[in-house]
């Protein structure tokens, strides 16, 4: 029986009147890590707060292991906060970093030193307990935020935008590293981004905010797969949604049933001899996987589409065929 960790059930915050976290209710499994995702300003972080014990609520409850939190102190609730900026000191050596929460809670030196060691080797910095902050990359100080976040095993990790402040090819590798280092862990964490890549590489479930409210939410395969919505698609990295003709067009071309609309991955159709779709290349771009097309086509407009080799350009006609399993039809609206 899978143990209960976070639940949050008609949970509301309000400021000045307005609701910005509206009704949400949600799960998390002890054991498992939840992306709360969402643009900026959908209330994802106020949330993260709530849960924290740092936002009142104005409705609602919060529960971990069963126990109602209202009127928990932040610093009773076991749980840990990382931030996007780490916020390390500055003055004090990566090992008195990780080690300063087991040392306010006056954990014997011994044990706390080997906690450290055993800390930096699972972040992957083993030796680095003697730098200085300031020496390391910003991808290093967000390990030791975390290893920090960790000492005391927390009941659970909030972590908001953790990885935002780091360049997109090392948010990239350390978004999969943080996975590893939470499952080896056996963390419950909950995670607030506003990047979808970074919350399907972490998280085993994903909920989608928007305007303060739950849109959706499922593993990240289930909401990748069936967006709520059209603009939940749009925000997931779907390059593209089709109603009407077009849609019924584009599913027809994949052998699927219409009646949806439907969004499209950047490569859901390829150049393709026997293609069922016809249009006229507008403009093409080179990238080391593919040639990316936009290509007008009949009955359904401007799309973008992947040519696999080169001698595809702007005004050649093409026929295009659809990868079923780069699309998604979404319910209409």
Known sequence: MTETGLELDGVTVRFDGTPVVDRVGMRLPAGAVLAVLGPSGCGKSTLLRAVAGLEPLDDGVIRY????????????????LMFQDGQLFAHRSVAENVGYPLRIRRRPRRESAGRVEELLSLVGLEGYGDRSPATLSGGERQRV????ALAVEPRLLLLDE?????????????????????????????LVTHDHDEAFAVADRIALMRSGRL????????????????????????????????????LAAAGLPTGHQVALRRSAL????DGPLVGTVRSARATPEALRLVVDVAGVGEVEAVAHGSGVGPGERVRLAVDPGRLAEVPMD
């Open 162 to 190: 953790p990885l935002s402040a780091l360049d997109s090819s090392l948010r990239s590798r350390l978004a999969g590293d943080l996975r590893s280092i939470l499952v080896a862990a056996g963390t419950t964490a909950l």
């Open 215 to 250: 849109v959706q939410q499922g593993t990240p395969g289930e909401v990748w797969r069936a967006p709520a919505d059209a603009e939940a698609a749009r925000f997931l990295g779907y390059a593209s949604v089709l109603d009407g003709d077009p849609a019924r067009r584009v």
């Open 270 to 273: 390829a150049v393709a001899e």
């Open 145 to 148: 935020a975390l290893a920090r």
């Open 65 to 80: 292991a069963g126990r109602d939190l209202h009127g928990v102190p932040t610093h009773r609730r076991g749980f840990a």
